[in-house]
């Protein structure tokens, strides 16, 4: 199971989802899914949470996952898959998107691991917005639907729970921590933009004696303004 520690939702897409930006962090309650070869396929649920609102049909995420998997491995055999619930039903907690994730690896396994981890993810990421985060937990920053992932280790997580207490929670911190977010994004993304100035130009300008100021506003800006305005009016937008 996850909790948001950030959630900041924007503009609906084209696809009917809502632009994301939030932080995953995995917590310590989790179901169990245990999926097994057999003579037809079943579904039962088990455990201390009632499930009896719950579908056993096609539609059900885990079912999707399955064949999911089938349809990029090339077929599957008939499973009994049996799920102990411990997550509230319906509680944000992505109860069902761990049950899918957790499908997705055993029926891969089940089959003899013909897909790969990037596989699984692409597959994750058809099932819905918070199945990639459930392949591997730990603590995330999520952007798109939530499946665009950046992984967090640990101590940066304590520096979100840190910001958090500072700012507060709401619209306020959500945007601030967004803004930190795109000043990094666009710093990484001029950079790289940098890399690809004619090395000519530079060469040119030192030889002439300029400064590296001069180099800087009259070979590399005028070369990547452009650039530079695409890059964040796309972050802004």
Do not use: C
């Not at 949470?49 to 885990?62: F, H, K, Q, R």
């Amino acid at each position: 199971a996850k909790v948001n520690l950030v959630l900041a939702v924007g503009r609906v897409r084209p696809d009917g989802y809502h632009e994301l930006g939030n932080v995953f962090h995995a917590v310590n309650l989790a179901e169990h899914v245990r999926v097994e070869q057999a003579d037809a396929d079943s579904l039962q649920f088990t455990g201390p949470v009632d499930a009896g609102s719950l579908s056993t049909g096609p539609e059900i995420l885990i079912w999707r996952g399955a064949d999911t998997v089938a349809e990029l491995a090339g077929g599957r055999p008939q499973m009994r898959v049996v799920v102990g619930k411990h997550v509230p039903i319906q509680g944000g907690m992505a109860g069902g998107s761990a049950d899918a994730a957790a499908t997705l690896r055993a029926v891969n396994r089940l089959l003899g691991h013909p897909l790969s981890t990037r596989h699984l993810h692409e597959a994750a990421a058809r099932l819905g917005a918070d199945v990639p985060f459930a392949l591997d937990g730990g603590s995330a920053v999520g952007f798109g639907r939530g499946d665009v992932l950046t992984r967090l280790p640990h101590p940066q997580l304590w520096w979100v729970l840190v910001f958090s207490v500072a700012i507060g929670l709401g619209p306020e911190a959500a945007v601030t921590g967004l803004l930190f977010h795109s000043v990094a994004y666009l710093v990484k993304a001029y950079s790289e933009s940098f890399e690809e100035v004619d090395a000519g130009v530079l060469e040119a300008l030192r030889a002439s004696g300029a400064s590296w100021w001069q180099v800087v506003f009259q070979g590399v800006v005028p070369e990547k303004v452009n650039e530079m305005l695409s890059w964040t009016f796309i972050r802004f937008e």
